[in-house]
C-alpha cells in the first residue's frame, strides 16, 4: 500500500518494471524532449546516457480517482482480434515510478477500491504486508504483457517545467489496405516553481516517421483541457494516442 507522492492518492503495488530513463536535463540541452516510438525500445534517445529506474503497476483507489489531476483510464489496449479495431481502456490503473511512493499501513481488509483488488491480492495476517497475489494476478500480467510492458522513460526541465513521458507499443492494425502502427502514451507536467503558477494553453507536436512522413499537430490545450499548475495542484497527468505509417518513428514538442 502507498500514498502517491505527486498525486496524493491510496495504491496498491502490483508489480515492478525496470525502465531506462533518459533525462535531458542531466545532460543539459535546449532542445525540445524527443519521444522515441520504436517496437523493442532499443533505440538511444539523441546518445543521452540512460539510468535504470524501478517503475511500478499499480491500482488508484477509486475514491480518490475525483480528486486527482491524471486521467484514470490511461492503460488502453487492441482486442485480441486483429481484425478488431476498437481500443479498450482499463481505469485505476498507474505506472508509478519508485521515488513517488510513499509506503503506509493499513488495518482493513479491504484497503483500496478497485474493481480488481479482490481478483488480484488476498489478505493474509500471517503476512508483511498483509497483502499476497493471488495466481489470477500472475496468469494476468504474462497474459497481457505485451501491452502493459514499460521499458523507457524520457525527462526533461525547461523554464522550472519538468515533462516525463513515457511511450508504450500498442500493436498494428490494418486500416484501408495499409499497415498503421499504434502508440500510447502518458505525459506527466510538474511545476518545479508552484509559487509562479502556469497555464498550459497550447499543444504543437511534431511527428516523424522513419518512412518519411512528417506530421504536425497543434490545438488548444491537452485532452480537452487547459490545466493550471499551481501550488495546490502543481502537476498534471494525461494519456494520448499517435500512429505511423512505419516501424518506429520520433514526435517533438
Not at 513517488?100 to 500471517?126: A, C
Amino acid at each position: 500500500l502507498f500514498l502517491h507522492r505527486v498525486f496524493g492518492y491510496r495504491g496498491v503495488i502490483l508489480f515492478s518494471w525496470l525502465a531506462r530513463v533518459f533525462d535531458r536535463s542531466d545532460e543539459r540541452s535546449n532542445a525540445s524532449l524527443p519521444l522515441p516510438l520504436t517496437i523493442a525500445s532499443k533505440t538511444h534517445v539523441n546518445e543521452i546516457r540512460s539510468q535504470s529506474v524501478t517503475y511500478y503497476q499499480a491500482l488508484v483507489d477509486a475514491r480518490d480517482v475525483p480528486h486527482i489531476r491524471a486521467q484514470t483510464e490511461s492503460v488502453t489496449f487492441f482486442g485480441n482480434q486483429e481484425q478488431d479495431q476498437n481500443v479498450y481502456a482499463l481505469p485505476g490503473l498507474d505506472y508509478v515510478a519508485h521515488e513517488d511512493v510513499l509506503p503506509y499501513i493499513s488495518t482493513e481488509r479491504t484497503p483500496i477500491e478497485h474493481e480488481l483488488f479482490d481478483k488480484f491480492l488476498i489478505y493474509d495476517p500471517e503476512a508483511t504486508p498483509n497483502f499476497v497475489t493471488r495466481e489470477h494476478l500472475k496468469s494476468w500480467q504474462t497474459r497481457h504483457h505485451r501491452w502493459l510492458e514499460l521499458s523507457d522513460v524520457s525527462k526533461d526541465v525547461t523554464h522550472q517545467i519538468r515533462v516525463t513521458v513515457i511511450p508504450f507499443y500498442m500493436g498494428s492494425r490494418f486500416t484501408q489496405g495499409m499497415s498503421v502502427h499504434w502508440w500510447r502514451y502518458t505525459i506527466r507536467i510538474e511545476n518545479l516553481n508552484p509559487t509562479e503558477a502556469v497555464t498550459l494553453r497550447e499543444r504543437h507536436w511534431r511527428i516523424f516517421s522513419v518512412a518519411g512522413t512528417l506530421e504536425t499537430v497543434r490545438g488548444k490545450g491537452v485532452v480537452g483541457q487547459e490545466p493550471k499548475l499551481s501550488k495546490e495542484y502543481p502537476a498534471f497527468q494525461y494519456s494520448s494516442h499517435v500512429s505511423l505509417s512505419a516501424t518506429s518513428g520520433h514526435m517533438w514538442g
